[in-house]
């Protein structure tokens, strides 16, 4: 068993970064907290090129099945570690200013990181379990972690209350299922339904709750009851790595579930996943119009984004899951530069508000066009990433049989498009609001309790740009020429389907 | 010759686009020189547009200026292949002469100049990407490129209405418009996707319009298929093209636009639609097209009759062009509807004729509203007077709107007039009914605001400048000698529209 540890130094370097993180923080003085941001950051990108030294190629069952080191994980892992070092990077600033503690922040970060990526490559319900329970429980204390906001502990309290409930469910359902058939392994299951000659009662109940636990820590309607006041409260770098993060983490779950274990009963549940995913998508589109607090916007428009994916796991097929795997990626991408736009926005003005976006494009040129790239993107317009991996998404689908979930899919876009176009409009069009004009952030930081300098925007960080250009640069790539990331792309798909 | 011809019509997207994402990293406080790179650029790209379509073989006919570039791999197959054929080789030339006159006449832009040419240039590269790809899925996504930057173009430079009791802003017209197009564009997807599932099941999974033509030919898609998915292609791209009773975003959105883009808009985007029913609904789904034909004529009837009565009514001069609009697109659907070769003829020199003459109208109403600041024709009067240059621009456009031989706008209209009137003789004449009341309210436009006597307060009027004459001049050149030597262009097009009612055995 120890001669292939290799394979999880990854995961290995990835909780020793976190411990070491945790305990810096001890050390350090005050005012080189900052570091620990870059340290982070720089140990991310040693175990991102570690990861891609070592892992390319390899497809190993370690330890009994429990986790599979394949392309399908090295493609997350890859991922992950990508988006965790874009998100410590551009909440670095914001950290610094609204929170207290920033090393445990970090350490916790990477410790979301972590689970994420064991997500991914877990192929047994059990380990799923428990780094499902360690991403929750990162998010349990990111989410609460503005001490003195009422509003964010507020969040939190709502999230752990539904996360153990929705956690109870979905051991619930693990359980069942393994009364019903006693195995736990991805393989076996796949082998025992695909061997019994009818689904039993227990059976089928377990396999629901197992999608209706996970259905909650995705906010699958009408399983989101606790995503718009939990975003809303939770400091917005949380909120962005809870929509981003959590979320793809959580379909790298599901992907590998669905097509390594649950594939041969797909009759039973590919019509309640599709159905789940007309609502999702098209509840999660509808209600986000009437918003008027941005973190509440992009909860109902993740909202939305969910249902598209699931409507890739409910087509499922090799071509689906590539699809999939493109618009993961894609929409990470195009979400992160929204909100590191967004987190930018922030640190200059201290609102969350739309109406405050107002004139943005006259004073910050930049950060309107991120974040209005960022948005129709979203929309699924062209010439951006959001476009191609809807079109492939949506191709994918309807070739399964799926056109008319693909149809309501398009009619969802318009109707996002709508909203966002109102966000455009807000920076583009309208005027900046009176406080801006005035030179008076006042009013704002002071209800955030935090003190604030005396211009109209407190100046732009460099670092941020720098963060911006990069990944709208990621938003182009995809949306006019992503064919050298399709290699990797069939890669993963392959290693979860082999029969394609 | 041969490397040109390889990569003009990739010039033609390259150009703009290339030119667009260079001015985002000009200095913001040297309109001059964005303009002039604009210029410059834009007098490329019609210099590069007038040689394709001159180097147009219409004896060969088919797709031309063939090249293809792989995007995608397995699954999905999917190229960048470009090519024209004697359909799009006008409307080509048709972008490059209005995008360069729209540049000139936005001359007069002096807020965010730079943003302003920025999303300019990415409307017309999308406008390009459309008339000169050849894959379902590149059509697609130029088509929406080119509707994306129309919410900021006129949102921020647009111009609202007061009606007294109502008011239209510019970002309701600037809402109106994408949310209209985009919700056409949601039909053209489901219509595309649909097509590409049912090639994927005949075999041939692919978005190549020749191979999908081909399979189209071999029977890939049964009759039930193309019944049921023909009225998306209509409605979808129809919506672009102002049909009744989807059109109501034109008016509002041409009005609402500053001058270069109604320019563009109404003379080249809406021809887009047109095109779309064409090339992919006509050329893909032939037995669905006949069977909605009748539908589609009865509509482009109601068009051309609603536009022309709606424009008789309207005292803003743009809102005038803009229902004109309408009414003219009419004409191109029943000219589409006929299926005759005179009749689809004429609708595609109609295409090129309206697209032409509008931009001439939009061109002649920006230079006035840049004086006067009013568009009211009760309030304006006696404009000749003091605009001579200007008057005449308008007239001429004016004149080929209601179809005067020697001009145009009659060249097309007798060639769809005789079309219809071969197979359906009450719709024609309703048709021709449309037309003259476009000459009453033209005729009555002209008398109230050009000539009569003229105001003292509009006495301080100054005549076109240089580049708007430059511009305006070029477009009425464009107008005159198609009326009068529409042989050429004639050639083109008939080669294009003999290809495509190849489709069409029966008739």
């Not at chain 1, 305990?23 to 350090?28: A, E, G, N, R």
């Not at chain 2, 990415?122 to 894959?135: A, E, K, N, Y």
């Not at chain 2, 029943?334 to 020199?349: F, I, Q, Y």
């Not at chain 2, 003459?357 to 109403?365: E, G, H, N, P, Q």
Request: charged residues 10%; aromatic residues 12%.
């Amino acid at each position: 068993m120890t001669e292939n540890l290799h394979l999880l130094l990854p995961e290995i370097l990835l909780a020793s970064l976190a411990i070491v993180v945790l305990c810096m923080d001890l050390v350090l003085p005050k005012r080189c907290k900052s570091f620990l941001a870059w340290i982070s950051v720089i140990g991310l990108c040693g175990i991102l090129a570690l990861s891609l030294a070592l892992l390319r190629g390899e497809e190993q069952l370690l330890y009994g099945g429990l986790v599979r080191a394949d392309a399908y994980s090295l493609y997350f892992k890859v991922l992950f570690l990508v988006l965790g070092g874009v998100f410590i990077l551009s909440s670095a600033d914001y950290v610094k200013k609204q929170l207290e503690s920033p090393g445990e922040f970090y350490a916790i970060v990477l410790l979301a990181i972590l689970a994420m990526i064991i997500l991914a490559s877990a192929v047994e319900l059990l380990t799923a379990y428990i780094a499902l329970e360690l991403m929750s429980f990162s998010f349990y204390t990111m989410v609460a972690y503005a001490r003195n906001n009422p509003k964010s502990n507020e969040a939190g309290v709502k999230y752990i209350l539904i996360g153990a409930f929705s956690s109870a469910i979905l051991l619930y359902g693990i359980s069942l299922l393994y009364t019903a058939i006693g195995v736990t392994r991805f393989g076996e299951i796949e082998a025992e339904l695909a061997a019994a000659a009818r689904v039993t009662p227990i059976l089928w109940i377990g396999l629901g709750l197992i999608l209706v636990g996970l259905a909650f820590k995705i906010a699958a309607v009408p399983f989101h009851m606790w995503a718009p006041d939990t975003y809303e409260g939770a400091p917005l770098p949380v909120t962005a790595l809870l929509s981003v993060g959590s979320k793809v983490a959580a379909f790298a779950l599901i992907l590998r579930l669905v097509s390594q274990a649950f594939a041969p009963s797909i009759d039973q549940w590919q019509i309640l996943v599709a159905v789940l995913a007309a609502i999702t998508m098209t509840v999660g589109n509808v209600v986000a119009i009437p918003q008027k607090n941005y973190k509440r916007l992009l909860a109902y428009s993740s909202m939305g984004q969910v249902g598209y994916m699931l409507l890739g796991i409910a087509a499922l097929s090799s071509i689906s899951a590539e699809a999939l795997l493109l618009y993961l990626v894609g929409y990470s991408i195009t979400a992160m530069v929204v909100f590191v736009g967004l987190i930018a926005f922030f640190n200059m003005t201290g609102s969350e508000e739309i109406h405050d976006l107002g004139g943005l494009a006259d004073s910050h040129p930049f950060i309107a066009a991120s974040i209005a790239i960022g948005l129709l993107s979203l929309a699924g317009l062209p010439f951006f990433a959001g476009f191609t991996i809807k079109f492939y998404l949506f191709t994918a689908a309807a070739t399964q049989g799926f056109l008319w979930l693909a149809g309501l899919g398009m009619v969802n876009s318009l109707i996002s498009l709508y909203y966002y176009l109102m966000v455009v409009r807000q920076m583009y069009i309208e005027p900046a609001p009176k406080w801006a004009q005035e030179g008076d952030t006042t009013h704002h930081l002071v209800q955030e309790g935090q003190a604030s300098e005396n211009s109209s925007y407190t100046s732009q960080s460099t670092l941020i740009t720098v963060i911006l250009t990069l990944l709208l640069l990621g938003v182009f790539f995809i949306g006019v020429y992503p064919f050298p990331l399709m290699g990797a792309i069939k890669a993963a798909s392959n290693a979860i389907m082999p029969m394609s | 010759m041969d490397d040109f011809k390889s990569i003009a019509l990739f010039l033609t997207i390259l150009l703009p686009f290339g030119a667009g994402t260079t001015l985002a990293f000009f200095p913001r406080k040297q309109p001059t020189a964005i303009k002039v790179f604009a210029a410059v650029v834009g007098f490329l790209t019609m210099i590069v547009t007038i040689i394709i379509f001159s180097l147009y073989d219409y004896n060969v006919g088919g797709y031309q200026f063939i090249n293809s570039y792989r995007w995608l791999e397995d699954p999905l197959n999917i190229d960048l292949s470009l090519g024209i054929d004697g359909i799009s080789a006008p409307m080509v030339l048709l972008t490059g002469i209005i995008m360069f006159a729209g540049i000139l006449v936005a001359w007069n832009i002096e807020h965010r100049t730079k943003d302003f040419f920025v999303l300019f240039m990415f409307l017309v590269s999308g406008v390009f990407g459309v008339f000169v790809v050849r894959d379902l899925f590149f059509l697609f996504f130029f088509y929406e490129l080119a509707v994306l930057p129309m919410f900021p173009l006129i949102g921020v430079w647009g111009s609202s209405s007061d009606f007294g009791s109502f008011a239209r802003t510019k970002e309701y017209g600037a809402m109106k418009l994408t949310l209209y197009l985009v919700a056409g564009s949601v039909l053209v997807w489901v219509a595309i996707i649909a097509v590409y599932v049912a090639a994927k099941d005949f075999g041939v999974p692919t978005f190549s319009l020749e191979t999908l033509n081909a399979i189209s030919q071999n029977g890939a898609f049964s009759q039930n298929f193309q019944r049921l998915f023909f009225p998306f292609f209509m409605v979808g791209f129809g919506v672009l093209a102002g049909l009744w009773p989807f059109h109501t975003w034109s008016p509002d959105g041409h009005v609402a636009a500053p001058t270069a883009v109604s320019m563009i808009h109404a003379g080249v985007l809406m021809k887009l639609g047109a095109y779309g029913i064409i090339r992919v609904g006509m050329t893909l789904l032939p037995s669905g097209a006949e069977d909605w034909m009748p539908i589609l004529i009865v509509l482009g009837t109601i068009n051309v009759l609603y536009g022309a009565i709606v424009a008789m009514a309207q005292r803003d001069l743009k809102y005038v062009v803009g229902y004109s609009s309408v009414s003219h697109m009419g004409l191109v659907f029943m000219g589409l509807a006929t299926l005759h070769p005179l009749g689809v003829s004429g609708a595609v020199l109609q295409m090129f004729s309206h697209g032409i003459m509008t931009a001439l109208f939009f061109a002649a109403v920006g230079i006035i509203y840049d004086r006067t600041h009013v568009r009211d024709i009760t309030i304006l009067g006696g404009l000749a007077k003091r605009m001579g240059l200007t008057a005449t621009f308008f007239t001429i456009a004016g004149l080929t709107s209601l179809g005067l031989p020697g001009l145009s706008g009659f060249v097309a209209e007798v060639l769809v007039f005789m079309g219809v009137f071969q197979e359906h003789m009450p719709l024609a004449i309703l048709a021709v009914i449309g037309a003259a009341i476009t000459a009453v309210y033209i005729l009555r436009l002209l008398s109230r605001v050009f000539f009569g006597p003229i105001e003292p307060k509009w006495d301080h009027l100054t005549d076109a400048r240089p580049v708007e004459i430059g511009a305006t001049s070029m477009l009425v050149l464009g107008v005159v000698v198609v009326g009068v030597w529409p042989l050429p262009l004639m050639n083109v097009i008939n080669s294009g529209v003999a290809e495509l009612l190849m489709r069409f055995p029966v008739l």
